[in-house]
């Protein structure tokens, strides 16, 4: 079983849509959670962080984490060309000396 | 003013080659890193220093060899490169606070070719 899993995709939306990516994690033990976005041939920027249960809402962003079912999600509201990407999900627990251990990416395509 | 700067940003060398990559912050991050990413997207660690100091050694053959001479450089040296190197090598750094690490900000990427 893979550490930090998630669908590859490509996932297809049109423009103005709800972007759902999911992410689920094996490491009970892990404490914070990260969404990435990385455009072709360039470097990883992080969008969000979230530790706590629940929901955290940044702009058109909401990153959502349930750490009973190890599952953590970005949702994308009215989604734009420009967001088509790949969308890491990653994940670290504590006394990992800041180890980020990703997911294989999901590929987002925005159709206008 | 990049807060991560990696050099160089291309790199085409023939199998059995040495060469390094060169990797600067100017962020005051305790932390710095370096991860593989595979033609497949998937990003792994390599190394991760802090405060100069190894902290995470993944198993990476020791053909790969990083030095950190302060806190705001780590530098990656390969020795003997194989065909199987090829990948795009990330730097990172990152600060903790608290216990609670605040997330990655990553250089700008090294493509590696070795032909």
């Known amino acids: 079983q893979k550490e930090v899993e998630q669908n590859s995709g490509p996932l297809s939306v049109p423009e103005g849509a709800i972007a759902s990516l999911n992410c689920t994690y094996s490491d009970r033990g892990s404490q914070s959670f990260f969404w990435y976005r990385q455009y072709s041939g360039k470097s990883p920027e992080l969008i969000m962080f979230?530790?706590?249960?629940g929901d955290k809402e940044d702009g058109r962003f909401t990153a959502q984490l349930n750490k009973a079912s190890q599952y953590v999600s970005l949702l994308i509201r009215d989604s734009q060309p420009s967001d088509s990407a790949t969308y890491l999900c990653?994940?670290?627990?504590?006394?990992?000396?800041?180890?980020?251990?990703f997911g294989q990416g999901t590929e987002l395509s925005v159709k206008p | 003013d990049t807060a991560v700067s990696q050099t160089p940003k291309y790199l085409v060398t023939q199998m059995g080659n040495d060469k390094s990559i060169k990797c600067e912050q100017n962020?005051?991050?305790?932390?710095m890193y370096w991860y593989k990413q595979d033609s497949k997207k998937f990003l792994k660690i390599m190394f991760s220093y802090n405060n100069k100091e190894l902290i995470i050694n993944e198993t990476v053959p020791n053909r790969f060899s990083p030095k950190s001479p302060d806190k705001a450089h780590l530098n990656l040296h390969i020795n003997s490169l194989e065909l199987g190197d090829s990948a795009v090598y990330f730097c990172?750094?990152?600060?903790?606070?608290?216990?609670?690490?605040?997330?990655?900000?990553f250089g700008s990427g090294t493509r590696l070719t070795v032909v």
């Open positions: 990653a994940v670290t627990g504590h006394n990992q000396g800041g180890k980020l251990i």
């Open positions: 990172a750094s990152s600060q903790e606070g608290a216990g609670i690490n605040y997330g990655y900000t």
């Open positions: 979230i530790y706590s249960n």
């Open positions: 962020l005051g991050h305790d932390t």
